[in-house]
Structure formats: structure tokens, C-alpha cells
């Protein structure tokens, strides 16, 4: 369970460029729900989500992740809870080029300090379970959208997280390989993990495995509620 | 152990990483190595040289008496010797004869000395090998000398000098005293200098003090002048090198400073990418310090193992002209390895830590960017 308590962003705070993000935002994630953020461009969808996933802090407000209160946390062990309980998809993949598809699965693993050949054991039952063993040594730029989508999530999973967060995934996908990323959503979700999705594709927001969705606008919340 | 592993989950980023850009990296370590190759050849070689000297010159007088006219040195009368033989300290004084000739058929200038053990052989000449080597001339052959008159008298050679003994003994020619009075015009009561043996090494100053006093005419030389004098000139080429190594040097200063602290978009956008995903900012600063290491550490190696097979093993080809003098008879040697710690740490503290460093600190604000800034591009 992820709450979130009167969070306010603002970016630029006291220049002439000030951007409130998100404003008195009152919220509370179930977990091994699947969860959608819908809303226009400029909503602060982003901004939600980034703070949800410990990558930015609110500008005032309280976060609480279960019941341990983590907006006061340092860098250190915010990226350390980061690491171990939030799995990231971005829009854009963002997979690193020039590597191999191992490579960029094992990336978020590296730091854990676990040893090499059982995270290249992990990362080959993950790339396995995903149809992708055989392009284990392709540089991912020789991938397709599809192949490098699964890749993304491949690597959300390394580090066995208990959350899923995905920015806009099927921003650059089309209708038949958004439908396979939300059944990927669906099996996750089946084996427990929460799933938190940022995205205003209808692809997404209709799908059955959403269980709830966090309309917003202009950064605040303005409906929430169970789809089913 | 997990520390361990995650210093070697790291590096192999790193490595990958490294060798994803591979052009832009094998070309700076290219670059690099030449730098660090041509500092090293410079600093062996004449460190080298200065070893070989002072090993050379261990057996030189600890005292040379010369005797100066209008400013130059002038041929000193062996009857200063009585003098300076009462001197308290003086164990014995001994005069010696040499001089240049200069032979316009090699175009070569020649040191002649006359040795005690030729005294009695007039008509023989022990020769450097650089001599040999220029004259082509191995024992038994006859080598012409012009005399002052003008007419010509030939010698022959007894022996080649050990090429142990080349780097001063290069361009040496040992001849008789008999000989070398025919060859110029010195009279029977001159020597060029005389040479000293003092008991005390302590008193050489004062010695010395005593030697003006009672010829104001002379000019003693001490054994660590000498000493003084080769090391200057050895540091005055190396520096000369070093000057005009220095463009290259400053202009590797540019490049690496480009290459290391301009990080590209690409590289901007993985460091948002790994902060995203769950690295720290001291992750990132560990990635980069391996990767200015892993560059600068190969160029470092390279460039001081290629310097020592060049200067050591290759006599160093490059800098021999300039470094070893602008006779024509270049002593041909191989020096024997010297190569010690501080110079070691010397170089490495010029070239693998300012680069190393270089790295880094750009970095530092690429790594501290918020992780969410790769959701908000």
C-alpha cells in the first residue's frame, strides 16, 4: 500500500518560471491492484508516478510506502527502496544502447552487489519466460519495438519488485502489441505484483486487468474509482 | 563479498561501456600512450645517461688542475707540480696530456690522451669505438694523423676500447707521449692539466684554496663538478625535449580534457537511465572512475612499457641525436636498465591521475540530476 498525504510539487519554486506540478494530491494505492493515471498532457501524471516510484520528492506532503514514511529519506535509501521494490517501463523504453539485451536486463541488479552468474542466471529465465533467450547477445538497437518492449519489462523485473510502474508504454506501440503488454499486465498482477500505470490510451485504461482508475487534471486528483 | 561483486558488476559496465564507444576510446588511449610513451623515453633516457655518467666518472681524478690564460685554458708547466705536491692532503699529482684533433678526411673531431701504459711504444694507438666504427678501423690497422707541421704520421691500432666505456670513451684516441708531442707542438715541461689524488675528500675545498693561492693562474676542478656538469647537461637536453614535447603534451591536455569532461547527450541520457533504474549517484561516480582509470591506466602501461623497450632495447632511436650530443661520433651503447620507483610514481601521478580526475568531476553533476528527469525528456 502506497499513501500519499497533501503532496504539492512545484518546479521552480520562487522563479518567474514556477510550475506547480501537482497540488494537494490525497491517495492511496492497493496493492496487487492494477492502478491507471489517466489525464490530458500537462496533468502531472509524470510527476505522480515519479514521485510514487521514490524518484523525486514532493515539494510538501508525506509519502508513506506500507507504513514506513519515506519523503524524509536520504538519497541513499530512497534509491536503495527504489531499487528493491519498484520495477520502471518509460515511454521511450529507454533501453541503453550499444549494449546486448543481457546487459540492459541485468542493469539494476548491478548495484545490489549480487554475484555475476546468478543475476546472468536470472536474467536468462527472465528473457526466456518473455521468448527473447535467443537475442540475449543482440545489441538492443537491432530490436524490434515489440522484442525491445519486452526487454524493458525484463528488466523491470530483475530485481523481483513487488511494484510495477509504466509511464505511457504503449505511447510508441501499436494496437496488437499494446493488447500483449496489458496481458503481461494481467499475468503480473495475477502473481501479486501492484501495477501502476501512467497513460491515457484507451488500450490501457479499458483493458479488464485495470482495477481502478486515478483521473487527473490541471495536477490535481479530480475522480477516482474501481472499475470493477 | 557483495562489495566485492559489486566493484566487478561495475567494472564490467564499465568495460562494456567502454568498448561501445570503442573508436573514440582506442584513439585516446592511442593519443595518451604516445604522451605518456614520450615522457617516459625522455625521463628513462636521462636518468640512464646520468647513472651511466656518474658510474663512468667514479674512476675519474678527485681533483684536475688547469691553468688559464686571457680566460682559456692554456698548457700548464710541469714544474707546478713540485708545489703542489708539498701541499698538505695531496697523496700525488700526475700530468696529463690531451687534446682535439680534428680529422678533415671523416670530418670527425677526435679526443687524443696520452697513456701511461703506451710510454714506451711510440707508433701505437688504442681507439673508442665510436673511432672505429667512423674510421673503420679494427686492430692492426694504420691510421693517419696530420701533424702541426703539416706532414703525416701513422699509427697503428693496438685495441678497441670496451663499448662498456663507450658513452665517454666514444671518440677517444689513447697515444704515447712521443707521439703525441710529434702530432702537437708541446714542449717536453708542459701538460694539459695535472691530475690530483687528495687522502681526505673533506679537504678537497680547502686544497683547492691552496692551489689559487699559490698559482693564481690555475683553475682546479673538483670530481663533483664534473659530476655537476654532466648532470646539467643531461637535464639541460632533457629539458630541451621536454620543451618541445610540451606542445604535444598540452595539446593531449585539450584533447583528453574534450573527450573527458564533455559528456555527450547519450551519455547524459544513461546516467538518467541508471539513476532511474536504481543506481546511486556514487554507483555512477564509481562507474566513471573505472572508466578514466581503465583509459589511463592501459595508456600508462603501454606507453612506459613501449618507452622502456625504446630506450632500453632501442637504444632510443627517436631522441638519440638530442640527447646523447651533436658529434658525429654519436657513442652507440645499450643502457642498462634503470627505471626507479619515484620515476614510475612521477609519471603516473602526471598522467593517470589528473585524467582519472578529469572524469570524474564533470560526471559529479550529470550524476546528481534527479532520476526522474529521464521521465520528464
Known amino acids: ?228 | 563479498m557483495a562489495a566485492i561483486e559489486k566493484q566487478r558488476n561495475i567494472i564490467e559496465f564499465t568495460l562494456s561501456s567502454l568498448w561501445k564507444r570503442k573508436g573514440k576510446n582506442i584513439a585516446l588511449v592511442v593519443v595518451y600512450t604516445l604522451v605518456v610513451f614520450l615522457l617516459a623515453s625522455v625521463m628513462f633516457f636521462t636518468h640512464s645517461l646520468k647513472r651511466e655518467a656518474s658510474l663512468v666518472l667514479q674512476d675519474a681524478p678527485e681533483m684536475i688542475v688547469q691553468r688559464l690564460v686571457a680566460g682559456r685554458q692554456d698548457s700548464i708547466p710541469v714544474s707546478y707540480m713540485e708545489s703542489i705536491r708539498d701541499i698538505k692532503g695531496v697523496q700525488s699529482v700526475q700530468p696529463r696530456l690531451w687534446g682535439y684533433y680534428y680529422d678533415a678526411v671523416s670530418g670527425a673531431n677526435f679526443t687524443l690522451m696520452v697513456k701511461e701504459e703506451l710510454k714506451d711504444q711510440p707508433g701505437i694507438v688504442v681507439i673508442g669505438n665510436g673511432v672505429s666504427r667512423h674510421l673503420a678501423s679494427m686492430k692492426d690497422d694504420a691510421i693517419p694523423f696530420k701533424t702541426y707541421k703539416g706532414d703525416y704520421l701513422m699509427l697503428q691500432v693496438k685495441g678497441v676500447l670496451p663499448a662498456a666505456s663507450e658513452l665517454v670513451n666514444s671518440d677517444l684516441i689513447q697515444v704515447s707521449e712521443e707521439d703525441f708531442k710529434k702530432i702537437f707542438s708541446i714542449t717536453t715541461n708542459e701538460a694539459t692539466d695535472l691530475v690530483l689524488k687528495i687522502r681526505n675528500v673533506k679537504e678537497l675545498a680547502t686544497i683547492a684554496g691552496k692551489i689559487t693561492q699559490l698559482f693564481p693562474d690555475t683553475r682546479p676542478i673538483l670530481r663533483e663538478e664534473l659530476l655537476r656538469t654532466y648532470d646539467a647537461v643531461f637535464d639541460w637536453r632533457g629539458g630541451m625535449i621536454m620543451v618541445i614535447l610540451a606542445g604535444a603534451f598540452f595539446a593531449f591536455i585539450i584533447l583528453a580534457w574534450d573527450k573527458a569532461t564533455g559528456l555527450s547527450a547519450e551519455e547524459k541520457r544513461e546516467i538518467g537511465i541508471l539513476k532511474a533504474i536504481g543506481w546511486e549517484t556514487s554507483d555512477i561516480l564509481l562507474m566513471k572512475f573505472w572508466e578514466g582509470a581503465a583509459v589511463s591506466l592501459s595508456a600508462y602501461l603501454l606507453g612506459v612499457l613501449s618507452a622502456y623497450l625504446h630506450v632500453f632495447i632501442g637504444s632510443a632511436v627517436v631522441f638519440e641525436p638530442a640527447l646523447k650530443g651533436w658529434s658525429v661520433l654519436y657513442p652507440q651503447f645499450k643502457l642498462t636498465p634503470f627505471v626507479s620507483a619515484y620515476q614510475l610514481a612521477t609519471l603516473f601521478f602526471l598522467t593517470v591521475v589528473p585524467y582519472t580526475v578529469a572524469t570524474i568531476v564533470p560526471s559529479w553533476r550529470s550524476a546528481t540530476i534527479d532520476p526522474d528527469s529521464v521521465m520528464r525528456t
Open chain 1, 1 to 228: 500500500m502506497i499513501t500519499l498525504h497533501d503532496i504539492r510539487k512545484v518546479f521552480n519554486g520562487g522563479k518567474p518560471n514556477e510550475f506547480v506540478a501537482l497540488d494537494g494530491i490525497n491517495l492511496a494505492i492497493d496493492s496487487h491492484k492494477a492502478t491507471v493515471i489517466k489525464g490530458p498532457s500537462g496533468s502531472g501524471k509524470t510527476t505522480l508516478l515519479s514521485l510514487l516510484g521514490c524518484m523525486a520528492r514532493p515539494t510538501s506532503g508525506r509519502i508513506f510506502l506500507k507504513d514506513r514514511e519515506i519523503t524524509s529519506l536520504p538519497e541513499r535509501f530512497l534509491t536503495e527502496i527504489r531499487r528493491e521494490t519498484f520495477g520502471f517501463m518509460f515511454q521511450q523504453f529507454n533501453l541503453i544502447r550499444g549494449m546486448t539485451t543481457l546487459e540492459n536486463v541485468m542493469l539494476p541488479a548491478y548495484p545490489s552487489g549480487e554475484k555475476h552468474g546468478v543475476l546472468r542466471k536470472r536474467a536468462m529465465e527472465l528473457l526466456g519466460l518473455f521468448n527473447l533467450d535467443h537475442k540475449a547477445a543482440s545489441r538492443v538497437e537491432w530490436l524490434s519495438g515489440g522484442e525491445a518492449q519486452r526487454v524493458a519489462i525484463a528488466r523491470a523485473l530483475i530485481n523481483h519488485p513487488s511494484v510495477i510502474i509504466a509511464d505511457e508504454p504503449t505511447a510508441h506501440l501499436d494496437t496488437k502489441l499494446s493488447a500483449e503488454f496489458m496481458d503481461i499486465m494481467g499475468q503480473l498482477k495475477a502473481q501479486g505484483k501492484t501495477v501502476l500505470i501512467a497513460s491515457h490510451d484507451p488500450i490501457v485504461c479499458e483493458s479488464e486487468v485495470i482495477d481502478r482508475i486515478v483521473d487527473m487534471r490541471d495536477g490535481k486528483v479530480v475522480s477516482t474509482g474501481s472499475v470493477r
